[in-house]
């Protein structure tokens, strides 16, 4: 009875020691560098976020022509092979040799196979940057609610042997981050309003946000892949964009997230994309929400602003005691950053 009791304490006392252990090491390395990927319709991009508040635009990577055609589909109907728990090991296992007979089971889908193939050339390129493998990224696309996008992106995240800090977030939400974006003082009860826009070749993305000190809710979004820049010569084209510029901040505003009337006017505007400063689609934008707002706007590196904002995003997520997302396996042991002890890279 008396070495039962001691074997029990005993093994009580080695369990404390390797959670202590656990624990320890878990916070023992420095903080981590935060990763965003940003991916639009033609391109990806990758930004690193350091712990002194630091950043470095890493990649912009043009997609392939499946790639741009995958971005560009809203919804896929066809039914999901992978939906069938056990389905998906088994194309993997015995799919590879099977290829060339077309079987249907055995079909190459590309809309996977050129997302993982721009997701790997942005992790190679961090990886390249940092001089080591990482663990964690942060992802944006210009709308999160296309439920296919996101499945198929996060399928291939998984795939490159990554895990995200955060689901797919809105582009919009994180370029506010990058910019800065908080009340300016404004009375508690009333918080501003910010029109975020994405003019890019790819599309046109028009965002207003309720925002109070950082906390922003959005009240209305359009997003029309037809009316990118790629068509800016196309009879009409400004005069469609303005429609959408002033059906989405038609007044009234609306209400904020706690049920307060919204000012009557736009006081910031937010200009990301690879088109945004082009002259007549300022000359318009300014047309519909005044000259004054647009010449102060925030355009805070327009191309990289979401995966700067989803790499500050994802540093704090990542280092924050709780985060508790397990990474793929072995993951840490190839990297470095999640040695101790050893400065930031």
């Not at 912009?60 to 090991?89: C, Q, W």
């Amino acid at each position: 009875m008396s070495v039962q009791r001691h074997g029990s304490r005993l093994c009580l006392f080695l369990l404390v020691i390797v959670a202590a252990a656990a624990a320890a090491s878990s916070s023992s390395h420095p903080p981590v560098p935060g990763v965003g990927f940003s991916l639009t319709p033609d391109y990806g991009v990758a930004a690193i976020y350091f712990q002194n508040g630091s950043h470095v635009e890493v990649a912009r990577i043009e997609g392939s022509p499946a790639y741009k055609s995958f971005m560009r589909k809203h919804d896929n109907t066809t039914s999901i092979v992978e939906g069938v728990p056990g389905i998906s090991l088994l194309r993997n296992a015995v799919c590879p040799p099977l290829q060339p007979l077309g079987l249907a089971i055995c079909k190459r889908d590309f809309d996977f196979d050129s997302c993982q193939g721009l997701l790997r050339s942005l992790q190679s390129s961090v990886a390249s940057y940092l001089g080591t493998t990482f663990c964690y990224a942060g992802v944006v696309v210009p709308d999160q609610t296309w439920q296919y996008q996101d499945y198929i992106i996060n399928k291939a995240i998984q795939s490159v042997g990554l895990r995200l800090t955060h689901r797919v977030l809105s582009a919009a939400k994180l370029v506010m981050w990058a910019n800065h974006i908080n009340n300016p003082g404004t009375p508690h009860y009333q918080t501003q309003a910010v029109l975020s826009v994405d003019y890019s070749d790819s599309g046109l993305n028009v965002n207003l946000f309720a925002d109070d000190e950082g906390v922003a809710d959005v009240l209305r979004q359009v997003y029309d892949q037809q009316l990118g820049a790629d068509r800016r010569e196309q009879p009409g084209h400004l005069q469609a964009v303005k429609a959408v510029l002033t059906e989405v901040t038609k007044l009234p505003l609306g209400y904020d997230l706690y049920g307060h009337p919204m000012p009557d006017k736009i006081q910031r505007v937010v200009l990301y994309g690879d088109a945004v400063m082009d002259g007549g689609f300022l000359d318009t934008l300014k047309a519909v929400v005044g000259a004054d707002v647009v010449d102060n706007a925030h355009s805070f590196e327009p191309v990289f602003a979401a995966a700067i904002g989803m790499a500050t995003s994802a540093f704090e997520r990542e280092n924050w005691l709780d985060f508790n997302v397990e990474p793929a396996f072995g993951c840490r042991w190839r990297s470095r950053l999640y040695d101790a002890p050893s400065e930031e890279l």
